[in-house]
């Protein structure tokens, strides 16, 4: 549709309206160019950070001498918060450094006064 717009633009001798045309049209296309380049970066980014993820479930799983499958987190974004275990043998908080290079478990008691349900 560009191209065929700069067509017309030069065969009508310059005529003004397809040039403002061929201009709109060439900026929709930028735009939908730089969105579809910022969902890849962002699919990229997700893509690591799941592998990050999955590998730090496995490694804790070790620690535990537990099956992975056997654990249940909270939450697996490093640096939101503390990241809650749920496995056989007991609750663990994972308690990152100031790099998120390294970490350590740490066994907790959950009782009724500390959980609290929240309605979405």
């Known amino acids: 549709m560009f ?4 067509v017309r ?3 009508n001798k310059g005529d003004i309206k ?3 045309l061929a201009v709109i049209v060439g900026t929709l ?3 939908a160019l730089a969105i579809q380049f910022n969902d890849y970066t962002n699919f990229q980014t997700t893509s690591k950070q799941s592998g990050q993820q999955v590998s730090l479930v496995v490694d804790i799983a070790k620690k535990l001498d537990v099956k992975p499958q056997k654990l249940s987190v909270n939450n697996l974004q490093e ?4 990241i809650l275990v749920h496995s056989v043998k007991g609750n663990y908080r994972v308690i990152f450094n100031s790099d998120n290079s390294e970490y350590v ?3 907790i008691t ?3 006064e500390t ?3 929240e309605d979405k």
């Open 3 to 6: 191209i065929g717009l700069l």
């Open 9 to 11: 633009y030069f065969a």
């Open 18 to 20: 397809y040039k403002d």
């Open 29 to 31: 296309i930028v735009l």
């Open 79 to 82: 640096g939101n918060g503390d």
């Open 105 to 107: 478990l740490e066994k």
């Open 110 to 112: 959950l009782t009724p």
């Open 115 to 117: 959980i609290k349900v």
